[in-house]
């Protein structure tokens, strides 16, 4: 039976080549010059961002998150938290990047796709979800559905196999 798999993943590459672009432009930014501010990478799925204050906080978001979106890093899966700022004025945020697709969201998905009354099944595995048919031309009628609906999170199809 032909299947597919619904998944949502970034590429680690892609993030560290923006993290690594990021902090080059860090360096060379005039506003910057002489400031403690960084851009820290701990694990591959988190960025730290730290700064004196505030205001340089905000320029080092809006470098990090404009470097994400030109390597091609789907925003609508990077989960911006609340900045935090110490009564000393030191400002500190973290930008997370959800891989794979969470289980409300997954059944979301799952919901709209037995919705329309396509003749596949679908079936939540782990981080990604899979669907089977019995032809290819309903398989790709649920991946034009899937694209043209918007779910909150960047959406991807693998192994699509016969």
């Known amino acids: 039976m032909p299947s ?11 993030i560290e080549n923006a993290v690594n672009q990021a902090r080059k432009e860090l360096v060379n930014r005039f506003d910057f010059k002489g400031s403690k501010a960084a851009i820290e990478q701990p694990k591959p799925e988190t960025i730290i961002l730290t700064a004196e204050d505030n205001h340089r906080l905000k320029s080092l978001n809006e470098i990090m998150i404009g470097k ?3 390597r091609n890093v789907d ?44 003749k596949v099944q679908s079936a939540l595995q782990e981080r990604h979800i ?28 693998k192994n699509f196999r016969e």
């Open 4 to 14: 597919f798999d619904i998944v949502s993943e970034i590429e680690r590459m892609e």
């Open 68 to 70: 994400l979106a030109k």
């Open 75 to 118: 925003l609508r899966n990077v989960d911006q938290k609340k900045a935090d700022i110490s009564p000393l004025g030191h400002a500190r945020q973290e930008l997370v990047i959800t891989q794979g697709i969470e289980g409300a969201k997954a059944k979301e998905i799952v919901a709209a796709i037995k919705g329309e009354k396509f």
């Open 130 to 157: 899979r669907v089977t048919g019995t032809k290819r031309d309903e398989l790709q009628e649920v991946i034009g559905f899937v694209k043209g609906k918007d779910f909150g999170v960047s959406l991807s199809f």
